[in-house]
Structure formats: structure tokens, C-alpha cells
């Protein structure tokens, strides 16, 4: 058609986070990114071949130096990097230390400064990362009931994140 811009497609990638809990601590590393140092749950992309659920319990142990084994799907999300026309398609999953005693060791190479069990509301406002924030949000005041696992969504610009 005469006039029309053609769009660029959309690439699609796909994440996995696992929350572990401790003694009502959740496993959480401090990670070095372009935007800051910031506490998040371990996370990253997944590899090919690998299902998420894989990908949370790899990540786990390159980021925090732990075994974790996965119990159930806590949320999907989506986050739109509207700069890239990148779309990150991801869940977020409940798993479990195999020794729920060890301490998290930060993997330096990961870029992660700092690993522990921490009270996520004992961190000051903008010291989580966007997803995670929002995934705690709903998450961490019911954690301790049955629910449903919930969808969030994310909007990034070259600026940063959309407010909500």
C-alpha cells in the first residue's frame, strides 16, 4: 500500500523468576544494571530448548549459587520495551531450597553484588526492580493463602518505566 510505513516485527523473548521463602525471608539478589543497583528475585531468559520452569531453577543457581526445585506458578507477565519493539513473556514461580538452610552466595560474575534471605518491605521505595516490585506487590501480603496465579504487565520507553 502507497503511504504506508512498514512496522518492524515484534521480538519476543521469554523470562523466569522464582521467589523462595525462608523463615518468611524471601531469596533476593543485588544486581548491577544500566538503570542502577537494584534487589530483585533471581530471574533472566530463557535458553533454548529449556521450559521456564528450568530457566527459574538455572537462574537461582547462577545468581544466588542455590538449589532450588519449583513448586507452582505464581504469575505470567508481560513487559513492553516499546523502544525495541521487544516484548519479555515470563512467569514467576514458587520454589524451594533443596537446603533450605545455605546461604545465598553472590555470583560476581552475574553481575550480582549481593545475595540473602530479606523482608522485601523492609527495603526502601525504588530499591526493586520495576517487576519485581509489582510482582510483590500483590503477591507478598497473601503469600500464605491458596490463589490463582495473576498476570502483570510492564510498558518501558528509552526514559524507563510507564507508570502504572
Do not use: K
Request: hydrophobic fraction near 40%; aromatic fraction near 6%; include cysteine.
Amino acid at each position: 500500500m502507497a503511504g504506508v510505513s512498514p512496522i518492524a516485527p515484534t521480538r519476543t523473548t521469554a523470562g523466569a523468576a522464582v521467589l523462595v521463602l525462608h523463615h518468611d525471608r524471601l531469596l533476593m539478589i543485588r544486581q548491577e544494571r544500566r538503570s542502577g543497583v537494584r534487589w530483585e528475585v533471581p530471574g533472566g531468559g530463557q535458553e533454548a530448548g529449556e521450559t521456564l520452569e528450568a530457566a527459574a531453577v538455572r537462574e537461582a543457581r547462577e545468581e544466588a549459587g542455590l538449589e532450588v526445585s519449583v513448586d507452582r506458578l505464581i504469575c505470567t507477565y508481560a513487559s513492553y520495551r516499546l523502544h525495541t519493539g521487544t516484548v519479555v513473556l515470563g512467569a514467576f514461580y514458587l520454589g524451594t531450597a533443596a537446603e533450605p538452610d545455605a546461604l545465598p552466595v553472590p555470583q560476581l560474575d552475574e553481575g550480582i553484588v549481593e545475595a540473602g534471605w530479606l523482608d522485601p518491605l523492609s527495603l526502601g521505595e525504588g530499591e526493586l526492580g520495576p517487576l519485581t516490585q509489582r510482582v510483590l506487590d500483590r503477591w507478598w501480603p497473601v503469600r500464605d493463602q491458596p490463589a490463582a496465579p495473576f498476570h502483570v504487565e510492564l510498558w518501558r520507553n528509552r526514559s524507563g518505566y510507564l507508570p502504572h
